[in-house]
């Protein structure tokens, strides 16, 4: 069985959290924030690494961004990436103009093999005037994609 590391930032609501803490039981994953990682060398011990985090302003949280900067490279390891957002339930590795934060991973000689991103209650800026957006989410539905989506990526790994 593989062996899996979730490195995620949960600052808000608790939303990028709750994905992770699902994703981690299919899995039966380490979670650790960046702060609690030890020694850098750790990600050796895995054959995959999640990193997760919200989405600001469409970024990564920094800290994870500053994170990844510090990394030796990783050449071939498996990676993954996901996300909880406001704005988007949209994957990022599918778009155009791959966002700075999965360039950082690649460049550090990560294979991206998988995402996966859903709408989050989101009060930022603003929206915090107005009660924020997508209240209750991720919500089961999310949760439960969250779980089939390690599940298919954990078969995939054997």
């Not at 994703?23 to 050796?44: H, K, Q, S, T, Y």
């Not at 460049?107 to 603003?126: R, S």
Request: contains cysteine; positive net charge.
């Amino acid at each position: 069985m593989a062996k899996v590391l979730i490195i995620y930032m949960s600052i808000h609501h608790g939303n990028t959290k709750k994905v992770a803490e699902r994703m981690a039981e299919v899995f039966g994953a380490e979670m650790l924030r960046p702060a609690e990682i030890p020694d850098l060398d750790i990600l050796n011990k895995y054959d995959l690494v999640g990193f997760g985090s919200g989405i600001y302003f469409g970024k990564f949280h920094r800290e994870l961004e500053r994170f990844v900067d510090s990394l030796s490279p990783m050449e071939g390891k498996n990676a993954f990436v996901f996300s909880t957002s406001g704005a988007s339930s949209k994957n990022f590795l599918n778009r155009s103009g791959t966002p700075g934060f999965l360039n950082k991973l690649t460049g550090k000689g990560f294979i991206l093999v998988a995402e996966f991103n859903c709408l989050a209650f989101d009060t930022w800026g603003y929206l915090g005037w107005i009660g924020g957006i997508n209240k209750g989410r991720p919500n089961d539905k999310d949760l439960s994609d969250a779980e089939e989506f390690a599940k298919k990526l954990k078969a995939k790994l054997r």
